[in-house]
């Protein structure tokens, strides 16, 4: 199936319903001919069924007039009268058949090559903060591989013999010998969000920040490594860190991130190997720091005494500041957030309960507090942060919200544990003008229209 066609499945980015669905709640709804909670599950569990073949779906014996009561309830379906499917023949779990539409997708809004280089995660479909390996974004800056482990090797050096007294070659048995440790981070590419710079509204929260994802990986940190190479962190200040994709990826590390014991170099994500568009078998892994110093199919790392100044530090991934200069190292992602439900392509059925709830995180820390506002930033009420709040993680936030049917304009503002509070689009290009296309931490705004459907706006 393309990623954009809408298929006869769930419409993952939205709800259960497909337009059918929406315009039969409806109907049943302001027709008032039976409650409508009822109508919406029992149109949710038709649109379902209608989704999982072009065939009619088959009837259970007897049914139940839909005047009686809901057939769908009152009669035992077929998965429950009769025997299921074996364990997974191929070896490993896939989704169920009826969420085939949530997946990573390509934005039409990028220029397009023969060989895609970005994929967007669906936020706007996923539960909790853990982004499923499969649906994890991806951004390459030469293609993946699938590199063979027994053959890939870790050189680690240093820029002369008096920073690493004894250089080192590791192979991926000898890495995962080592003494490990799992922890939760989230990864955010330096480009997310880049196209609402220029007010482009694209669509949904899966186009205007879906390249972030967040996951557990395991790997020995790296100052184990270079402590094993003798590493002489008096003289040695910097660390770069060279990918073996075509692209030959270098990036300057401090190192002081590098002693914190914070970086690793990771071989498992959720509890599995890497996946080979992650970077498999080893990628390093920064906590808070743009996802292309994250540095996938790691090879080498050079330990030096100032900054390597490499041609994606210095060339890309740069934000140009209003007086024309350009502000280069710029790593660290600022906190921010978003609101994923209620969020842009979703359609709200009728009036009354919702749960606003979304994503927050900070490359300096712990989310404080998530504050939304349902009229455009004119009042803020604090939003419940699901537990555990860890650092430099996504955050999980809620809030409960009672939809009148008027109009709403849908913002939330996140604080990180050093005080910095996300900042509006005004208070964002007063400092870095409007020609950037890097570190977007702006507040997002969706507006809520009286039809229901959720747009992408910007407020000025």
Partial sequence: MQPNDPGRLRKAPENFLDADGVRTVWREAKAGRRDFVRAAFAAAVA???????????????????????????????????????????????????????????????????????????PLQSLFGIVTPSGLHFERHHQGWWDVDPSKHRLMVNGSDEK????????????????PSVSRFHFIECGANTGMEWGNVAVPTAQYSHGMLSCSEFTGVPLKLLLDLAGADYKRGRYVLAEGADGSSMTRTIPMEMVESGEVLVAYGQNGEMLRPENGYPLRLVVPGVQGVSWVKYLRRIEVGDKPYGTKDEVLHYVDLMPGGLHRQYTSIQECKSVVTTPSGGQVLLDKGFYQITGLAWSGRGKVKRVDVSVDGGRNWKTASLSQPVMDKCLTRFSLPWTWDGRPALIQSRAMDDTGYVQPTYRQLRAVRGTRSIYHNNAIQTWLVQESGEVKNVQLS
Wanted: hydrophobic letters at 35%; glycine letters at 10%; zero cysteines.
């Fill in 163 to 178: 920073i690493v007294r004894k250089p080192m070659v590791f192979t991926m048995d000898e890495v995962m010998r080592l």
């Fill in 47 to 121: 649109g379902a069924g209608a989704a999982a073949s072009p065939r009619a779906v088959a009837q259970p014996t007897n049914p139940v007039p839909s005047e009686g009561g809901d057939a769908n309830i009152l009669n035992l379906p077929e998965h429950s009268r009769g025997l299921g499917q074996p364990v997974a023949t191929d070896g490993y779990g896939k989704p169920s058949k009826y969420e085939a539409n949530v997946q990573r997708r390509m934005s039409p809004g990028l220029t397009q090559t023969a060989q895609a280089s970005v994929s967007f995660a």
